[in-house]
C-alpha cells in the first residue's frame, strides 16, 4: 500500500535519518544551563543516540514568560554536543536567525507557529542544512505539505515532518496526536516523519504510550523533552521526562522498533 | 504510573478481554447475506480469534442509504458466529433493541452517535450482558467517562471502552484517531479500553498502521472491519480491510503485542 | 442571492413561524415549580409573545445533577401556558416520550444530542405537530440537512431548524455560534432556522449582543433561557437571563428586527 | 455588563476608529493593477468612506499561486488613496518589511497567519501607527489578547482586533464566524474589534448577513474585500463582493448600526 519511499537523509556518517534506524532525539525544552544541558548530553551518549535538542529562543504566548537565553543557549548547546559527540537540533524564529543557526546546529527546526511564515520558509529552503517542519497545530496535512513545497521550491530537499498534536475540542491533553497523519505521511510522502509526544501530550505521564504509538504508526523518528528536574524547568516542566523516563523510554522504543524490524539510533 | 488497574471481563472460558491478551474482533460494518457473513467467520476461525461483529440496523445520516437487515441480520451473526464457535458483538440502537440485541449477541455496541442517548445508557445499564461505550466523535474523554457511569450507576459494571476517532479539522481521514485517550484510560480507568482504526481512519490503507499504533498505545483490543468483498459493500466499503488483508492486520498486531509482553486473541 | 424562500409554519392564528416576525421564545432550561415558570409566563404575556419553553427531562452528562420533573413538569408548563394563552415547546428525550409530548407541547423539540438519534426522528416524523430539531453540536450543516429528511421522508414536513452552538477549540464560551449556518441556511433551506444564544454562548453577559447577532444573520427567531433566579437555577444558571434582562432582550431584539423590516413577536 | 470601555483611536480628522461610528474598510484582496484599484476607490469616495486596503505581499498556501505585486502594489495603493483621499490598510508579512509598510500604509496589518509570529509583534510595537492584529485562525482569544500585549509591551497601544473566522469542523464555509468573540471584547477589552465577513465566510452571498451579524454583535468595524470584477480576481474571487454588492453592503450596515445608534464611517 506504500506509493511513495521515503527519501533518506543523512546528517553525518553515524546518522541516517529515514532509513532503518528510527532515530530518537532527546533535549531539554529551553537550555536553561549548562550543568543543565550537559546531563542531559550525557544521557544522550550513555544510550549510544547522536543528536540532542534544545530551544535558545523561546518566545511564548505571554511576554512576561522566560524568552530563551538566545546566542548563549546555542553555545552551549554546541559545547555539550562536540563534548559528547552529538548534533545539534534547534529553532529558528524568523528569517534573521538562520545564519545564527546554520553556525551552531546541524538541523534547524520550523516551529509549529511558524509552518506558514513563507519568508522563513523560503530562507531555509536557501541553505543546505537540513530542516525539520513541524506541522502547524491546527494545520492540516495538505497545507503542511504545501509549506514543505515552500521550502523545497527553493532548492533545499533536505526536509523532515514532525508531527506535534493538533488542536481540537479535547482538552485533556495538550493536543490531539494524529498518529493517522504519520501513518498517511509515512506511504505517501518522501519525507522522513517524526513525532514529537511531549508536545502532542503535554502530560510526562503520557509521553512513553504516545511515543510508542508513533512508532507503530510509522515514525522515522521522536523528537522527546528530557530534563534532568522538570519540577524546575523554566518552560514545558509538566510534559518533560526526567532522566530516568528518558531511559525508559529508550527501551520501550527500541521494544516496538524491534518488533518492525528497525533499530533505535 | 498507573493511577488505575484495568479490571478484566470473562464473557466466556476462552475469553477475557482487559487481562493478558488484546482482542482483536473482526467483522462486516452490515451483515448483508449469510455468504458474506461466513467467509468472515471462517477466517476468524482460522485465525484462533473468538468473536465476530457485525451491523443489523444500520441508520444512515442519509435516509436513502441501506439500513441493514434487521432481526434477520442478527440471525445470521448468530447462525455463523455458532458454527465456528464464536461469540458475537453487535449494536442497540435504540431502547427497543435492547431484548433483541440481549437474545442474539454476547457484547451490546452502544454506538458513537448514541454516546449521550441517555436511556440508552440506562437500559444496558440494567441488564446482565457486558456493554461496548463507543465515544462519540464529538465527545471529551470526561464526557465519556461520564456516560460509563450512566451505565454502571444502573448496576452494570461490564463496561469495555473503545475510541474510534475524533472529530476534527483534519479531513484527510473520516476522524482523527485518539491515540493519546487510550493512553490515557489505560491508566486511568479499571475499563478495558479498544481501538476502531476503521471509523477512526476512513481509509483501508491506513487501518493497520493505525492498529498498530493503538496496541501500542496500550489498547486491550481492537475492533476492525472486514468484508470479503470491500469494493461491492453496502456500507464502509472504503475502510474495510480484505480477507488477506485481515490476515496481515492479524500478524502486525501480534508483532505488537508480542512486543509489549500480550497476545492476541 | 436567495436560492429557497422560507415556507412559513402556523402554529396557531396568532402565532407564525418563518413570516413576517421573529419569533421569541422564552422560559426557563428545566421547569423547576409553578412559581418559578409562572413568572416567567407573566413576563412572556406581558411583552406580547406567544410560546413558553421549559425543560421537563432533563438527563445531563453526570447522572448525579438535577434530571427534571418529568411529566409533572410538562403539566406545570401547560398549565401556565393556558393561563396566559401561550403555546408550549419542550423537548423529547427519546421515542417513548412522544405520546406525552403530544399531549402537553404544541412544538416538540429534539435536542442537541438526539439530532443524529434516527429512531427518534423517524417518530416525530409520523406526527402532525411541527418540530424543532436543533443542530448537533459537533454536526455540520450537511449532516443536519439530512436528519431533517429523516423527519420529512416520514411524511412530517413542518420543520423549524435551530442552531446552538457548535464545539470549537475556543473555551472562553461554551460553544461557538456558527451565525455564518443561520445566514447560509436562511438563503438555502425551506425551513424557518432559529437561533438559541443561551447554550450558544453559556454565559448571560453574552446572551443579548449573540442574540442580535442571530436576527441580523437572517434567524426568524430566537429561544432564550430566562429564570427569575439565575443563581439559584437547577440547571444552566450561568446562561440564563433573569426577568430585567429578559425584557431587555425584547427591547433590543425589536431595534435589530425592525431595521431588518420585520417584527419581533 | 460591559467591564472594560473601549478606547477610540484616531487616524485622522475624519476618521476615529472604537467612536460612535462603526468603520467600513473595503479593498481588493490582492492589488492587481492601477484601473482595478481605482474602481475600487471610486466607490470608496462615492459611499463617503475614508480607508481602503489591499495586499502587496500574498505569499500563498501554495507556492505555486500569486504572490503579489510587492512594493508596486504598495505604489498602486498609496496613489489610488492620495487621488481619493484616503488612508491606507496594508499587511506586513515580516519584520524586514515594517518600514515600507510605514512608508506608505496608514494602519498596519499583522495577518492571521503571523498572530503569534513574535519578532514582526515586537517590531511593530516600537512604532508609531497604529497595527490591525487579526485573530490566529487557530487561536483562542485568550492567545489572541496575549499577542496584543506582545505589541503593546514594546509601547505601541494603538491596536485594533479583527476577528476574521476560526477553523471548525464544518467546510461549508470557509471558516466558522465567531461573533461570540467578537460580543465578549467589546466587553472586555480596551481595544476596537473589526470583523472580517470575506474570510470568516469565503462566500460572496453570505458576506452581507456575516457583517450584519458582526455589527449587531458590536463590531466597530468591517474589513471586507471588494473587487471590480471577482471573477476575475487572481486571489480570493470567490468571498470578494462586486461594487454593485459593495455598495448593497453599506446600505444594509447603515441600517444596523442605526438600529444600534451608531453611524458607518
Redesign the interface.
Known sequence: ?INIETKPISLSPELTIGGNESTLILGPCSVESYEQTRLVGKLIHKLGLKMIRGGAFK?R???DAFQGLGEEGLEILRAVADEFDLLVLSEA????QVPLLQKYADLIQIGS??M?????LWAVGEIEKPVMLKR????????WL??A??IS?RGNEKIILCERG????????RN?????????L??NSPYPIFGDPSH??GRA??VI??A???????ADGLVVEVHPNPAEALSDGKQSLTLAQGEELFEQAT??A???GRKIG
Open positions: 500500500m518566545p504566548t505571554s511576554p524564529l524568523g528569517v534573521e507557529r511558524n506558514q511564515h513563507f519568508p522563513l502547524g497545530f491546527m494545520s492540516t496535512v495538505e497545507e504545501a509549506a513545497k515552500h521550491s493538533i488542536r481540537t475540542f479535547e482538552t485533556l491533553t490531539t496526536f494524529d498518529t493517522n497523519a504519520i501513518a498517511f509515512k506511504q502532542a501530550t505521564d503520557l504510550p504516545a510508542q504509538s508513533a512508532l507503530a504508526a510509522g521494544r516496538i524491534t518488533a518492525l
